[in-house]
T-cell receptor, first 115, second 115 residues
Framework: DVKVTQSSRYLVKRTGEKVFLECVQD?????MFWYRQDPGLGLRLIYF???????EKGDIPEGYSVSREKKERFSLILESASTNQTSMYLC??????????????FGPGTRLTVL | AQSVTQPDIHITVSEGASLELRCNYS??????LFWYVQSPGQGLQLLLK??????LVQGIKGFEAEFKRSQSSFNLRKPSVHWSDAAEYFC?????????????FGAGTRLAVHP
């Protein structure tokens, strides 16, 4: 069974704090993704990584950065958290694309509240 | 711009009734099409997908979806809803030129089931 785990289910931080959200997958997947989920907006891609130390901006990268030092771990960083970053954050992973789409497997999400 | 529209934000059905959730996409060519379900407190789970071929696709949990090219639609159906189907449902597309399996999600439809 593919497993994607996220370090926290709920997180409360203060404005201006540096926040780390961690994601780990156990299926040796090359691709990893960070989304944020907001009511009425669905999921929006923040960043993705297709290999260790490789990253690409998604649709809404502003205010975020990522780190992938090991294949199984993908971190989302909020350098200075703001209230408009209060959201549900979902991590996903998938095998490398080989000319066709490969299913993304999602973690349970981290609900972040920034006060 | 590529987009996915789920016109119904919230739907309520009685247990045992039939269900249809609507999804329309805007894209130059037929993309890969998906339906995901998110149960309360859970990550997203893939229900079914369409890549090519037969336009009626079967998925897990008794769901099916029909691709209609002329209407740019990919509606999800179930003949008889169970109380455990209460969840949020997301339609998503992966453009063929996505490269790294980029997914574009609709805003979601929240399904409530009355006993």
């Amino acid at each position: 069974d593919v497993k994607v785990t996220q370090s926290s289910r709920y997180l409360v931080k203060r404005t201006g704090e540096k926040v780390f959200l961690e994601c780990v997958q156990d299926m040796d997947h090359e691709n990893m993704f960070w989304y944020r989920q907001d009511p009425g907006l669905g999921l929006r891609l923040i960043y993705f990584s297709y290999d260790v130390k490789m990253k690409e901006k998604g649709d809404i990268p502003e205010g975020y950065s990522v780190s992938r030092e090991k294949k199984e771990r993908f971190s989302l960083i909020l350098e200075s958290a703001s209230t408009n970053q209060t959201s549900m954050y979902l991590c996903a992973s998938s095998p490398r694309s080989q000319g066709t789409y490969n299913e993304q497997f999602f973690g349970p999400g981290t609900r972040l509240t920034v006060l | 711009a590529q987009s996915v529209t789920q016109p119904d934000i919230h739907i309520t059905v009685s247990e045992g009734a039939s269900l249809e959730l609507r999804c329309n996409y805007s894209y130059g060519a037929t993309p890969y099409l998906f339906w995901y379900v998110q149960s309360p407190g859970q990550g997203l789970q893939l229900l079914l997908k369409y890549f090519s071929g037969d336009t009626l696709v079967q998925g897990i949990k008794g769901f099916e979806a029909e691709f209609k090219r002329s209407q740019s639609s990919f509606n999800l159906r179930k003949p008889s809803v169970h109380w455990s189907d209460a969840a949020e449902y997301f339609c998503a597309v992966a453009p063929l030129s996505g490269g790294y399996n980029k997914l574009i999600f609709g805003a979601g439809t929240r399904l409530a089931v009355h006993p």
